[in-house]
């Protein structure tokens, strides 16, 4: 069975910086996609980004001077970080994967609420 | 970018019943919708993909239809266990996007 799990920090103040990993078990993150999505309050949902099987890495344009999506193959984790946040970036953060050859999400983590405030 | 209206906002029904969720994309998206489902404290999981396709394990009470523009999700005889939010996602144009969900209730 594969189960992603989002972990980091619940608060992030103003200006800094969102970092958030996703621990994958039951799948090597060296196949397929695995990326980002968030929900604001009101339920507005967000695709972030996605680093592939052979680590290139395609963000959504609205943030792409913010964001990074990397990864650490050895302990089956990929991370984001989101630069320069403010407090309309406070929402619920979700992993995902996508199986190649498909582009719907068949993985997902439980998200994890972050809200930014100082 | 491709905005999915999804209607309505907030659905309550009697156990039994059917429900439709509906899903309309600013454009044509040549039916390539997914539909997840996400219950409190659970990870969203994959209902429907390429319209009318169940994913695995998915029960047979869902069921998928729409082309063009307009999509939709019909649970048949909703049972207590479909109580949950329901969104949509296109993925025909880059960058993938979402409908704003649909909570679904028991009356």
């Known amino acids: 069975e594969v189960q992603l799990q989002e972990s980091g920090p619940g608060l992030v103040e103003p200006s800094q910086s969102l970092s958030l990993t996703c621990s994958v078990t039951?799948?090597?993150?060296?196949?397929?996609?695995w990326g980002w999505i968030r929900k604001f309050p009101g339920n507005k949902m967000e695709w972030m980004g996605y680093?592939?099987?052979?680590?290139?890495?395609n963000y959504n344009p609205s943030l792409k001077s913010r964001i990074s999506i990397t990864r650490d193959t050895s302990k089956s984790q990929f991370f984001l970080q989101l630069n320069s946040v403010t407090t309309e970036d406070t929402a619920t953060y979700y992993c995902?994967?996508?199986?190649?050859?498909?582009?719907?999400?068949?993985?997902w983590g439980q998200g994890t609420l972050v809200t930014v405030s100082s | 970018d491709i905005q999915m209206t999804q209607s309505p906002a907030s659905l309550s029904a009697s156990l039994g019943e059917t429900v439709t969720i509906e899903c309309r994309a600013s454009?044509?998206?040549?039916?390539?919708l997914a539909w997840y489902q996400e219950k409190p404290g659970n990870s969203p999981q994959l209902l429907i993909y390429?319209?009318?396709n169940l994913a695995d394990g998915v029960p047979s009470r869902f069921s998928g239809s729409g082309s063009g523009t307009q999509y939709s999700l019909k649970i048949n005889s909703l049972q207590s266990e479909d109580v949950a939010s329901y969104f949509c996602?296109?993925?025909?144009?880059?960058?993938?996007?979402f409908g704003g969900g649909t909570k679904l209730e028991l009356k």
């Open positions: 390429d319209v009318n």
């Open positions: 996602q296109q993925y025909n144009n880059y960058p993938p996007t």
């Open positions: 454009e044509d998206i040549y039916s390539n």
């Open positions: 995902a994967g996508l199986r190649i050859p498909t582009d719907w999400f068949a993985y």
């Open positions: 039951g799948y090597s993150i060296t196949s397929n996609y």
């Open positions: 680093i592939s099987y052979s680590n290139n890495t």
